[in-house]
């Protein structure tokens, strides 16, 4: 298989060699295909999600820590939701929302793979462009659509929804009765997920199809970089998850919209009005959504799981320890993580005994995660680590998914999460695996392949000044949430007024400050790649000297990305004493003599 | 910067760790028959999650302090290779799974799969947006029927009880507080009016969403007396986190008083 | 196998996408406007009759008044809510005490021309009336106002309260209110009576508002005493709302520059409306 598939994209090659007129830009920008232009306009989006995320976030803790400040700009900024500039309940559950929803899809669910892969898989693969060029476009502006929609919520005049990023009916089925923010606020939410569902299977289609049909010669399933199997595995989990949210999105539409109750039981009077539903199952959405949910964030941790395991061994120059082992725990980290969407939901009403059935595999999981992150680990020892701000950002990676993952021990167990549910111990879980590990990936992608996006070296200077603060910050901010959850802080509140919270205040001041501090920090990393994309040193084809193919070719790449067709001669992990008068071997590279191989028996 | 990195990491899980250990900010103390279980469990589970933060992070911040590019010799393999660390990760990971899981199936069945016992007082809580109502059955031992057209909340009908046609609703007692005698077993019925909501009482280890359509059971033995607070845990509106009610846990004889007290309401 | 479907940069196939996709975005939104909110809305009349016919004129030399007051007969029973206002607090095993059956007071009933008025036009009244919340307790309890005229609303409480509308006629708002912010400013585009209005943060806090479209009515204080006056000559019904009680009715006929008293009486059953 791998001979004949691989000769199609040297054909294509051949076929491309006269260059391409010169087009204009709104052909270019809004109508061309080409992946690079796709995959840094995905970037592009998500630089601009995740600063306006991070901003709602700061409204947030702002409001938490000081709930009765008067905040004058924000009274300009949101008349109706911080009157006077007080923020009113709402508004705060309405940031909430919005905050988690647009960190879940289109900052984690974007970058790592719309992101990174458009633009680096059919690189990695030594192939020209991506099997379905007009997906990727398509895709892109579906994507910026729902994103427009989520933020229009923002200028209706009831605003955004409240019911969170989880909109569990009957809150969000019913309409204008269960609270404010709960009409067409809810309604466009919804609209916009399923948009953004949609985006995500013509994304999951292209990668799926690039990875098997466009290999150029040589570069066998085996030899595949690990980034590329993370990428291959996400694109599955994207193909069976984003169908099942679209689904419970358009039955959620039509009980808001054309009267069915999906959702919604009989006999629930809602603001002195009996609603007029029957038969519906509030727990329907729950296991529809999560049965999405719990692959999702997966789907966000495992292209960065990739990412980092590309990484890490460039800056150690030496081979990532097990990376067989790492390609089987990403698949079984994928399909496990189908399994386990229960783990949710322990507490809901299910019965009881389906606990125990989603324990053990949310237990289980954590194997192929702990061999991971000992892999990683076990990758520094013996290195000769050139300590960059993207390899920082891989060992910090691994500090934080380690602190994240192993909170996951306590809420895997059904009698602890019975205690900890819904409270601040899960919202730290969370942003540590996903808001902490989950980005510092990307940063160590961003810093890594800004390069060869832009041609442009980023400032290593600026990139410290930005690391060393957010890695001490996060800190900061994410483990006092777990104190507070142990404490029974629950989550999801405007304001703490009850007793037992009330001692916990000035945990909440000290993070809330932490927040601000390290937020600042992160527009350094948007001058450092504002500037670096203008004013930074040109960069040559392979400054890391890493292995994959995308290093083999200019910075950036040409239209057609290779100027001769592709042959590959090894995997990606060639890094170690070699014989070529450098430490490592492209994968690109002919072999003069035979490579001497730094791996000893055992390891691959 | 390895050494910096290193430095700064230690220091990180130390602090952090010493602050676990020292339960500067821990559970407020157990009032539940069933809690001292869960308890153990949360014990054994930092613990053991506890080994493997500080094992992890330290390993790193060590890796990171001796494994910088200006060290002396050259690159050298993990020793033995991928497969020691992988079976030591499968093999100690798959020890505390299967520990876990074991006692944690008897401590979950312990507290959300109890059988019904004799003597235990039923108690129907109703959450709505954004308070709980608790219903005693009164002398009759009857619960009345639900009737959701006739809630009225400006007459306190809160249930939507047919207080003219129904013998059984007319000596319900409706209450804002949840109150108990100490050590007799409890089972409350959980549903909701409008929305879903949750029940949570962080000293009695216990959390039970309320879900509309369902009426879901929850039992319980408090053990000691004292006035404690019932929160809402799920996002059911703006009112979400002022919705709270108290749980009063009394000695037998003064709940008896409290029972007459609200039925001459 | 390879590269499928229309060459990048085939402007038809794009064209042709981006139509179609706007149209369904457009067609889902007008969709999503359209579309009801949920729940029955009660079909009980919630508002006094509307005068029909040409527009009068109001002769203020003719005009009369009609004054009186309102009795309650019989006792009535303190409805008060179960949770405290405002939350916490409380003796743990004390029970709250039972309410006390008093004497009703005649306070806070409000009297309006059901029928019989021509169609005046009125100038809406641009002096706002006020209600304010303190001690988690609307101030007052009923209120009375003419239909565009504004409402303030004030939170004078250390605490956020949130003011939820429950009209059926006007349409529906709910807004909080934290504490110490300026006052919202609402008013009512159409008469309606009896709106209850609630405090979804503070179960039991809750008030009524009647909108009218004239001048005609009055709330009553503790005297019920009450007196409309420069009403036109004609007949009326005119009518009285209690909260727990109803409405009683009285048919009264005014002449030009006449006052008639009327006594409206309202006969509790002692225990009733709990």
């Known amino acids: 298989m791998t001979e004949d598939v691989a000769g199609s994209a040297n054909v294509l090659l051949a076929r491309e060699k006269t260059p391409r007129p010169a087009v204009n830009l709104l052909r270019r920008y809004l109508f061309g295909a080409d992946h690079k232009t796709i995959g840094k306009q995905y970037f592009l989006l998500s630089l601009v999600a995740v600063f306006t995320a991070i ?4 409204f947030m803790r702002l409001h938490l820590a000081w709930p009765m400040a008067r905040l004058p700009w924000l009274a300009k900024l949101a ?26 899809f289109f900052v984690l669910t974007t970058a790592p793979i719309a992101g990174f892969g458009t633009f680096f898989l059919p690189l990695q693969i030594g192939a020209p462009e991506m099997a379905f060029p007009a997906l990727s476009r398509l895709g892109f502006w579906i994507t910026c659509v729902s994103f427009g929609v989520l933020l229009s919520t923002f200028f209706i005049s009831d605003g955004p929804p409240i019911s969170g990023w989880t909109a569990y009916p009957p809150l969000s089925a019913l309409g204008t009765d269960a609270g404010p923010g709960e009409a067409l606020g809810q309604t466009l939410w919804t609209l916009s997920l399923g948009l953004f569902c949609i985006a995500q299977v013509l994304t999951a289609i292209n990668f799926i199809t690039t990875t098997l049909d466009l290999r150029a010669k040589g570069m066998t399933l085996a030899r595949l970089p690990i980034t590329v199997w993370t990428w291959f595995v996400t694109a599955v989990m994207m193909l069976i998850g984003f169908p099942v949210l679209l689904a419970a999105a358009l039955m959620l539409l039509l009980d808001r919209l054309a009267g069915t109750s999906f959702f919604v039981p009989a006999g629930l009077v809602v603001s002195d009005t009996l609603q007029n539903h029957a038969g519906g199952e509030p727990l329907l959405w729950q296991h529809l959504f999560w049965f999405f949910g719990h692959p999702e964030v997966y789907i966000a941790i495992l292209p960065a799981l990739g ?16 990376q067989r082992a790492m390609t089987v725990c990403g698949i079984a980290i994928g399909a496990l993580s189908f399994l386990v969407w229960g783990h949710h939901m322990f507490v809901s009403g299910m019965n009881p005994f389906s606990a125990m059935t989603f324990s053990l595999p949310t237990l289980i999981i954590t194997l192929p995660s702990a061999t991971a992150c000992l892999l990683l680990i076990g990758t520094l020892y013996g290195a000769k680590m050139r300590f960059k701000t993207a390899g920082l950002f891989c060992m910090a990676f691994i500090s934080v998914f380690v602190t994240g993952g192993l909170t996951g021990f306590f809420l895997a167990q059904p009698s602890i999460d019975a205690y900890l549910h819904a409270t601040y111990f899960v919202v730290g879980h969370f942003h540590f695996v996903m808001g902490v590990a989950a980005i510092f990936a990307i940063f160590a992608g961003t810093y890594f392949w800004f390069p060869k996006m832009f041609g442009r070296m980023m400032s290593e200077r600026l990139g410290q000044l930005h690391f060393w603060p957010t890695f001490l910050g996060v800190y900061c901010i994410f483990m006092p949430m777990y104190f507070l959850g142990f404490a029974g802080n629950v989550r999801r509140y405007a304001q703490f007024s009850d007793d037992y919270l009330l001692p916990l205040m000035p945990v909440h001041k000290f993070i809330t400050v932490a927040a601000l501090v390290t937020g600042a920090f992160q527009l350094l990393f948007l001058w450092n790649l504002i500037w670096s994309a203008v004013r930074g040193e040109r960069a040559a084809d392979n400054p890391w000297e890493a292995t994959t193919l995308e290093w083999s070719t200019t910075s950036p790449p040409a239209p057609r990305n290779f100027s001769a067709p592709v042959v590959v001669y090894r995997d990606a992990n060639a890094y170690g004493p070699a014989d070529n008068g450098r430490d490592f071997w492209a994968q690109s590279e002919p072999a003069g003599a035979s490579a001497v191989s730094v791996r000893t028996g055992g390891g691959e | 910067m390895g050494k910096l990195f290193g430095i700064l990491l230690t220091a990180i899980t130390l602090a952090s760790a010493a602050i676990f250990a020292a339960h500067i900010w821990w559970m407020p103390a157990n009032i539940s028959a069933q809690g ?11 613990a053991g999650t506890g080994l493997l933060f500080l094992t992890a992070q330290l390993l790193l911040a060590i890796f990171a302090w001796q494994f910088g590019e200006h060290r002396n010799g050259t690159v050298s393999n993990f020793p033995g290779g991928s497969k020691p660390l992988i079976a030591l990760a499968l093999l100690v990971v798959g020890i505390e799974i299967a520990a876990f899981t074991l006692l944690g199936a008897k401590v979950w069945a312990s507290v959300y799969m109890r059988p019904a016992e004799t003597g235990e007082l039923a108690i129907d809580v109703q959450a709505e947006q954004f308070a709980f109502y608790f219903r005693y059955a009164g002398p009759d031992g009857k619960f009345g029927a639900l009737h959701p057209a006739q809630i009225n909340e400006t007459n306190n009908n809160f249930f939507g009880l047919d207080l003219e046609n129904d013998p059984a609703a007319r000596d319900d007692i409706v209450s804002g507080t949840l109150a108990v005698p100490v050590n007799r077993p409890v089972l409350l019925t959980l549903h909701p009016q409008d929305v879903g909501h949750s029940f949570y009482v962080p000293e009695l280890r216990i959390q039970q969403d309320f879900v509309p359509g369902l009426i879901i059971p929850v039992r319980f033995t408090a053990v000691r007396t004292g006035r404690y607070e019932i929160v809402c845990t799920q996002l059911c509106g703006l009112g979400h986190y002022n919705m709270r009610a ?6 037998p004889d003064q709940f008896d008083g409290w029972l007459k007290a609200n039925q001459a309401k | 196998m390879g590269v499928q479907g229309l060459k990048p940069g085939d402007h038809r196939f794009y064209m042709r996408l981006s139509v179609s996709a706007l149209a369904s975005a457009v067609i889902a939104l007008l969709l999503a406007g359209c579309g009801q909110p949920n729940g029955s809305k009660d079909a009980r009349v919630e508002a006094p009759e509307k005068p029909s016919g040409p527009v009068l004129t109001l002769d203020p030399a003719a005009t009369g008044s009609i004054t009186g007051t309102v009795k309650i007969e019989g006792s009535l029973k303190q409805i008060t809510g179960i949770i405290s ?33 021509g169609n005046y036009h009125f100038d809406t009244p641009t002096n706002p009336v006020s209600l304010d919340q303190q001690n988690c307790t609307y101030q007052p309890h009923v209120l009375a106002l003419m239909v565009n005229q504004p409402l303030q609303i004030q939170n004078s409480d250390p605490v956020a309260h949130n003011i939820h509308v429950l009209s059926k006629v006007n349409p529906q708002w709910n807004h909080s209110e934290p504490s110490g912010v300026a006052p919202i400013m609402e008013s009512f585009s159409k008469p309606e009576l009896a709106i209850h209005v609630i405090c979804k943060l503070h179960p039991g806090m809750s008030a009524f508002v009647f909108v009218f479209d004239n001048p005609y009515y009055a709330v009553t204080s503790s005297s019920g005493a009450f007196d409309l006056k420069n009403v036109p000559p004609g007949t009326y019904t005119v009518e009285a709302w209690q909260q727990q009680l109803g409405t009683e009715d009285q048919t009264v006929t005014i002449a030009p520059k006449e006052s008639k008293t009327l006594s409206f009486v309202f006969k509790s059953g002692g225990s009733s409306g709990d």
Request: a positive charge; one cysteine or more; proline letters at 12%.
């Open chain 1, 55 to 58: 901003a709602l976030s700061w």
């Open chain 3, 85 to 117: 206002p405002c939350g916490k607090g409380g003796n743990a095993s004390a029970p709250p005490p039972p309410p006390t059956e008093t004497k009703a007071e005649p306070a806070n009933i409000v009297i309006y021309l059901k029928s019989g008025l």
């Open chain 2, 246 to 251: 108290y749980l009063d846990v009394m000695q």
């Open chain 1, 307 to 322: 990412i980092i395991s590309l990484i890490l061994p460039a800056f150690a120059r030496k081979p990532l320890l097990g």
């Open chain 1, 79 to 104: 008349p109706n939701g911080a009157p006077s500039g007080i923020m009113t309940p709402e508004y705060y559950l309405s940031l909430l929302t919005i905050h988690g929803t647009i960190m879940v």
């Open chain 2, 36 to 46: 001292a279980a869960v308890d153990r469990l949360m014990r054994d589970t930092l």
